[in-house]
């Protein structure tokens, strides 16, 4: 039964994608409504074979909503019919994302990366800023995923050193480097959806995000220092251990330089590609980027000459990627009838009035200080970043706000790195303790909360300085 509801919901999520782009470009309102007919039949084909735990969070959303609905008095079947197309820009995004990957695959480039840089990284505070970068740099490809892949190399580099200390300097520095690309790494779907929702211009939010990400960064540095101090273990000293061992070992060759050039070259031209586009084209980041991504991995392949690989991936992917990520999507289907129904209902006014009651009710408090802990509790009850800001960047996106968009896409975004660095039930944080075998209150919280406060304190006074000398 689960394997025929496996490939039941593969064909409706792969049919629902194909119409999404057929009705993005010809509007039709009957399309719309076969396009959300498909995204119920899939919502509910994912039932068929989600555990209860995961199908909970999904269920608890789109319970809410029929309530709303209900003591709304506004149409359940209208919104069914909306309700289910809200979704359908990110749900392709997100099916396609994965596609990049792919082309990692086909050569070492991340370990050319890093045996390329490693005369660089041959102190704690150069070692723990390059593991910063280099998981924002594989998380525009990969994601969260780059948490466990970076791990394991920086691990395997490591494996001498053992002990908690090692383990918070390799934990917080994947996690919070993770964290960080939600303010500008523009494969992120929450970025780009934020963005696109509320109308934020892309040069300017990407500009501003990794502003405050690179500052971040530099933060948390600073924070590393003090973190070694508090265990008494000189870092330097076991990572040039480390270096004087296996140096014979990591000596670059012609071919790891090739590696490096063609990472650099392909980070480039994606990355290009989209702000090319969106530059001359428009319409939707949505529907730009899974353009872009299609193109970008069917063009290095054939270049490649092995455009027999993209079949093989494609055909793996089919069967056992698009079912793994039935959870994610149901979440993503339930979110979107919510934001339905609140926009249908205004709800929406309602809870951003009582955002600024709260703001105004408190001396010298506004807006943006309170809008990042909407994303951080609502995270601490399970729901994930992605979704808050969906959910969020949904709500805002039918109210008049007196706040450029783009500070309002900071604002969300700086809520999604603190969440994702303190919330112990959120997908970053779960994998990180599966990979290093530490609590996930340990790899959160208790490793992250005095950054998260300095975090959000550096990110206030950029926010607040720009409303007060700008606006």
């Known amino acids: 039964m689960d394997k025929f509801a496996k490939r039941g919901y593969t064909l409706f999520i792969s049919v629902y994608v194909m119409m999404h782009f057929f009705f993005s470009f010809s509007q039709s309102e009957t399309l719309m409504t076969s396009l959300s007919l498909v995204g119920l039949a899939a919502f509910l084909m994912g039932y068929f074979f989600l555990p209860i735990k995961q199908a909970s969070i999904s269920l608890l959303l789109f319970g809410i909503a029929v309530m709303i609905h209900l003591s709304s008095g506004t149409s359940l079947i209208e919104s069914a019919i909306s309700g289910f197309t809200v979704m359908s820009g990110l749900i392709a995004l997100l099916l396609i994302v994965p ?16 045996h390329f840089a490693q005369s660089l990284l041959n102190t704690s505070r150069k070692f723990y800023f390059g593991m910063l970068m280099i998981t924002q740099i594989i998380s525009y490809f990969l994601l969260f995923g780059a948490i466990p892949m970076v791990y394991g190399m920086v691990n395997g580099f490591l494996s001498g050193q053992q002990g908690e200390a090692w383990e918070n ?45 690179f500052a971040g960064v530099l933060l948390a540095v600073l924070f590393s ?4 101090r508090h265990y008494g273990v000189d870092l ?19 071919k790891g330089n090739r590696n490096v050039t063609e990472f650099i070259l392909l980070f480039v031209t994606l990355f290009g590609s989209i702000f090319l586009l969106n530059a001359i084209w428009d319409v939707s980041l949505l529907l730009i980027i899974p353009i872009v991504i299609i193109a970008w991995v069917i063009l290095y392949f054939i270049l490649s000459r092995k455009t027999g690989r993209i079949i093989e991936h494609g055909k793996y992917y089919v069967k056992t990627g698009i079912p793994n990520k039935a959870q994610q999507f149901s979440i993503l289907f339930a979110a979107g009838f919510l934001i339905d129904s609140v926009n249908q209902s205004g709800y929406g006014d309602f809870i951003v009035d009582g955002l600024f009651y709260v703001s105004d009710a408190v001396p010298f408090l506004n807006f943006l200080w309170i809008l990042p802990f909407v994303v951080i509790i609502l995270g601490f009850i399970g729901l994930g970043p992605l979704t808050v800001i969906v959910l969020v960047s949904g709500i805002l996106q039918g109210v008049e706000v007196p706040y450029p968009p783009e500070l309002i896409v900071l604002g969300i975004t700086s809520g999604s790195v603190i969440s994702i660095m303190l919330s112990p039930l959120v997908l970053p944080t779960i994998v990180l303790s599966a990979v290093n075998r530490l609590s996930i209150v340990k790899n959160s919280i208790m490793f992250n909360y005095k ?4 975090f959000y304190g550096m990110t206030q006074v950029y926010l607040q300085s720009v409303v007060l000398f700008f606006l």
């Not at 220092?225 to 070694?228: G, H, N, T, V």
């Open 169 to 213: 300097y390799k934990g917080t520095a994947l996690l919070r480097g993770f964290a960080l690309t939600t303010m500008w790494v523009v494969s992120i779907p929450s970025f780009i959806f934020a963005v696109d929702a509320l109308g934020a211009s892309l040069g300017l939010s990407i500009l501003q995000g990794f502003f405050i990400s």
């Open 99 to 114: 596609a990049i990957s792919w082309v990692l695959e086909e050569k070492p480039y991340i370990e050319s990366v890093i």
């Open 236 to 254: 330097t000293e076991g990572i040039q251990e480390q270096l004087a061992k296996i140096g014979g070992d990591l000596k670059q060759d012609a």
């Open 225 to 228: 220092y003090f973190q070694e």
């Open 451 to 454: 950054y998260a406060i300095a």
